[in-house]
């Protein structure tokens, strides 16, 4: 088959592929995409309403936790401050390296970020 042939064979598949595609049903109690909005901005507003809502429903929840947790009198109170910012810490992903102990594979004395 020549080139000529190969680029014919191609529309051909393409014509029947798009033909197919256009024909297909969707599947019982479904309907096609086929609306005028961008499907990422419908998505993006379910997001954020969502979000909006599980927010709102936490927010008397938080704040209970957080009254009841400052009531705490004297040294049991930065104690529970402290936990409160190391969960924080821990789940922002924020690492300290002060007063630890270097990585195993650093060389005493190196360009790592301990020693700037």
């Known amino acids: 088959m020549g080139n000529a042939g190969l680029k014919r064979w191609r529309a051909a598949a393409a014509g029947v592929f798009a033909a197919s595609v256009g024909a297909a049903q969707p599947f019982p109690g479904?309907?096609?995409?086929?609306?005028?909005?961008?499907?990422?901005?419908?998505?993006?507003?379910?997001?954020?309403?969502?979000?909006?809502?599980?927010?709102?429903?936490?927010?008397?929840?938080?704040e209970r936790l957080w009254r009841e947790g400052l009531n705490v009198c004297?040294?049991?109170?930065?104690a529970w401050l402290v936990e409160r910012r190391r969960?924080?810490?821990r789940r922002l992903g924020v690492r300290d390296g002060m007063g630890r102990r270097r990585h195993a594979?650093?060389?005493?004395?190196?360009?790592?970020?301990?020693?700037?």
Do not use: F, I, K
């Not at 809502?53 to 929840?61: F, N």
């Not at 004297?74 to 930065?78: F, V």
């Not at 594979?105 to 700037?116: E, L």
């Open 30 to 62: 479904t309907v096609p995409l086929d609306g005028t909005n961008d499907l990422a901005d419908v998505y993006l507003s379910g997001l954020e309403r969502l979000l909006l809502r599980e927010t709102s429903q936490l927010a008397p929840a938080r």
């Open 74 to 78: 004297g040294q049991r109170a930065d």
């Open 87 to 89: 969960e924080l810490a």
């Open 105 to 116: 594979g650093a060389v005493r004395g190196g360009a790592g970020p301990s020693n700037r």
